[in-house]
């Protein structure tokens, strides 16, 4: 995974080198010192995203913590550490889901629930991607836009939907990790692991019995997605280029679609400005203004995700200091 990630960043970033190259970008640069400060506004308003995932996730680890040792305020921050990893540090996009269950681990919570509820958390974010996206093809109908992408897009989906159905299935009724230890134990010989693998198979197996919480976690998911079409909304109209909701949802919804489809490239390097700039082009928005809304959206992963990877690793030399 980690040698797929950096040659998945290479490539990311030769896209991204090709894509600036062939634009003009004395008209970007422009677009973006037009909006100037005003930008920074894009900062506090993730708030709203951070604090949907929060919310969602509390709510799956309501069975497993029920006195709230991982409160509101800690999931929250744990949130934007967890897309400042994917965001701003060379690993694929579970990296920080990761980093996620060793933060929650700290609340003294165990370990296979804890990797139950990110694992969860992972297969309704990808059902939500797969709505979210078909709410974006639904509005590119009805906007008349026309092209291949769609078609290529709408392919991709129908291609790639096995991935979280069977996922989510083997999760439910395959006991996915005990078998999983059971074909490593002749390589590793770690026995002591199948009692782990056992109850992560457990976990996995009750929370996913919940559909009331599912469906709480993953509508509060899918409002996270939806403010993000606004700040490429906000982001447009201060370009001077305003759009309708209908554009602004189809712009998020299909770079987002091709963010997870190329998950394993690092922060979507290069990919959501070819997405940005691909659909952009079918509902009016020139390749200049899309680099420019992608840079605007890079500047605001910057200004979030940067504090909050320095107060993880001050608070993991702090940790060390102490025991």
């Known amino acids: 995974m980690k040698a797929a990630a950096y040659i998945g960043g290479v490539l990311g970033l030769a896209l991204l080198l090709t894509l600036v190259v062939r634009s003009d970008m004395p008209a970007m640069l422009q677009t973006l010192a037009e909006a100037g400060w005003r930008l920074l506004w ?55 889901s990761v980093i996620a269950v060793r933060l929650l681990r700290w609340r003294d919570l165990a370990a296979p629930m804890v990797a139950a509820t990110v694992i969860v958390e992972i297969l309704l974010t990808l059902i939500v991607v797969y709505v979210f996206t078909a709410v974006g093809l639904i509005w590119l109908l009805h906007l008349n836009a026309s092209g291949s992408e769609i078609h290529r897009v709408l392919l991709g989906l129908v291609l790639s939907l096995p991935v979280p159905v069977g996922f989510g299935l083997l999760l439910r009724y395959g006991s996915v990790f005990r078998r999983f230890e059971s074909a490593l134990r002749p390589l590793v010989g770690a026995a002591s692991w199948a009692d782990g693998a056992a109850t992560l198979d457990r976990e996995l197996r009750g929370l996913l019995r919940r559909t009331g919480s599912l469906i709480s976690a993953g509508g509060l998911q899918f409002a996270a997605f939806v403010s993000g079409a606004f700040e490429v909304w906000l982001v447009l109209r201060l370009f001077g280029h305003p759009v309708g909701v209908g554009v602004a949802i189809t712009l998020e919804s299909m770079t987002q679609a091709v963010r997870h489809l190329a998950f394993i490239i690092p922060a979507g390097l290069g990919v959501q400005e070819a997405g940005l700039m691909l659909f952009g082009h079918a509902l009016g928005v020139s390749g200049e203004l899309a680099l420019a809304l992608s840079m605007a959206k890079r500047m605001r992963e910057v200004l979030c995700g940067l504090p909050a990877l320095l107060s993880w690793q001050w608070l993991e030399a702090r940790r060390l200091r102490t025991r």
């Open 42 to 96: 894009l900062a506090p308003y993730r708030a709203v995203f951070f604090l949907c995932y929060a919310l969602g996730w509390r709510v799956l680890l309501s069975a497993c913590d029920p006195h709230s040792r991982a409160g509101i305020g800690y999931l929250f921050w744990v949130t934007t550490v967890r897309e400042g990893v994917d965001r701003l540090l060379p690993v694929a996009s579970v990296g920080g």
